[in-house]
């Protein structure tokens, strides 16, 4: 019973296309899932905190995907700061940088986060 319930929420999370973005119910299985994606990420690294976090938003959210979020969840569009996502992605920064701070954290996604439409095919331009 509990196997088929697990499936459907992934069957459900695969339709979504959100990728690990969604938030997971459950405190045993938010936290080996939480620790699973942080050691996945680990292995993206880079230079510096503002370099490790561009990249692992790259390879861990499509530009479509992006294009639903913004830092807070302001419009219609969904809240960054609130996913299990970003507290993966923290986690991994934090581990391999020392000094990182959340302020540092959510500047480089509130910069990295609204050009998501460009990098998905441009924005239409404005008729006049």
């Given at each position: 019973?509990?196997?088929?319930?697990?499936?459907?929420?992934?069957?459900?999370?695969?339709?979504?296309?959100?990728?690990?973005?969604?938030?997971?119910?459950?405190?045993?299985?938010?936290?080996?899932?939480?620790?699973?994606?942080?050691?996945?990420?680990?292995?993206?690294?880079?230079?510096?905190?503002?370099?490790?976090?561009?990249?692992?938003?790259?390879?861990?959210?499509?530009?479509?995907?992006?294009?639903?979020?913004?830092?807070?969840?302001?419009?219609?569009?969904?809240?960054?700061?609130?996913?299990?996502?970003?507290d993966c992605i923290f986690a991994t920064?934090?581990?391999?940088?020392?000094?990182?701070?959340?302020?540092?954290?959510?500047?480089?996604?509130?910069?990295?986060?609204?050009?998501?439409?460009?990098?998905?095919?441009?924005?239409?331009?404005?008729?006049?």
């Amino acid at each position: 019973m509990e196997e088929e319930e697990e499936e459907e929420e992934e069957e459900q999370e695969k339709e979504e296309g959100n990728r690990g973005a969604r938030a997971v119910t459950g405190g045993e299985k938010k936290k080996h899932s939480t620790d699973s994606q942080v050691s996945k990420f680990a292995a993206v690294g880079g230079g510096t905190p503002e370099t490790t976090i561009r990249r692992i938003l790259q390879s861990s959210l499509t530009n479509e995907l992006a294009c639903q979020f913004n830092w807070a969840g302001k419009g219609c569009k969904r809240p960054f700061k609130d996913t299990i996502l970003k507290d993966c992605i923290f986690a991994t920064g934090c581990q391999q940088h020392k000094g990182l701070t959340l302020l540092t954290f959510s500047d480089v996604v509130m910069k990295w986060l609204p050009y998501a439409p460009k990098r998905e095919g441009g924005i239409p331009r404005k008729k006049n």
